[in-house]
């Protein structure tokens, strides 16, 4: 049986802990956060803390917090010569204190608290200096029945600046859409279908390949007739960004720019 303490109490925290909590193998035997109040829920279920003085020793210590804690914990932890890891795609390894054997547990996957996640497809990417700590973060995560890659810093760091891209900075061009309908009375659920097909054709082609719309097609007068459209120039701004990449992508000329009227004084 597998031993593990979590640090911290976000949203990665909480869907690792449900995932650890119904694997056979996994045993979280404490939870740790700077406020009780965040894990009180969970204080029937495992030994929870917000001392670390009161941390027991464990086979791995997982550092599930915001990437700006993660060098100032370690540093805290009040042992030496145990395994310790942190989750984020963006922090070095190294930014974990030497005191301790240090590698990297990253699942790759967006997480939200109150979202359920099926915590077996989501891909980990590990990264540890000493081989045995890698086969035995390999065997963690097979427990969890998730894909491992062994993943170096520079790398999982490209991964993450491409998970904003394909995730966050996507959800956002959702919330634009969704802007867009509401201020036309349109239900943004008669696009949910887009949205499921679009995702479902990057599974079986690339996205170069799946690509389609006005852009793609070097559909001008389309695409003059949707600017127009578009009230907040801010949104014309990002249409027009995302046009040309496409343009330039496919071998289109980018569109002539613009004249943006500036206020009068």
């Not at 640090?7 to 995932?19: E, F, M, P, R």
């Not at 030994?47 to 210590?61: C, F, G, V």
């Not at 600017?227 to 289109?252: A, C, M, P, Q, W």
């Amino acid at each position: 049986m597998t031993t593990v303490i979590l640090l911290g109490a976000g949203n990665v925290a909480t869907h690792l802990y449900k995932a650890f909590s119904t694997a056979e193998n996994i045993s979280v035997t404490q939870w740790y956060n700077r406020t009780r109040e965040s894990i009180k829920t969970y204080a029937n279920e495992v030994e929870i803390t917000d001392s670390l003085d009161e941390l027991k020793e464990a086979d791995l210590y997982i550092m599930a917090v915001s990437d700006d804690s993660i060098e100032q914990l370690s540093k805290d932890l009040p042992f030496t010569n145990r395994l310790v890891a942190h989750t984020s795609g963006s922090v070095s390894m190294h930014a974990l204190d030497k005191k301790n054997d240090i590698a990297v547990f990253y699942p790759l996957q967006t997480f939200s608290k109150d979202a359920e996640i099926t915590f077996s497809e989501v891909p980990i990417c590990i990264e540890a200096i000493d081989k045995d700590h890698r086969k035995f973060l390999k065997t963690l995560a097979n427990d969890l029945g998730c894909k491992s890659y062994k993943i170096s810093t520079s790398q999982r760091q490209s991964l993450h600046l491409a998970a904003v891209f394909v995730n966050n900075f996507t959800n956002q061009l959702y919330r634009i859409g969704h802007e867009i309908c509401e201020s036309k009375s349109v239900e943004f659920e008669i696009l949910k279908p887009l949205i499921q097909e679009t995702a479902k054709k990057v599974q079986e082609m690339s996205p170069y390949r799946a690509q389609t719309g006005p852009a793609r097609r070097n559909d001008k007068k389309t695409i003059k007739r949707q600017l127009k459209l578009i009230e907040n120039e801010e949104h014309k701004t990002i249409y027009e960004v995302l046009t040309d990449s496409i343009k330039r992508t496919h071998g289109f000329p980018p569109t002539p720019k613009r004249r943006v009227k500036k206020d009068q004084e």
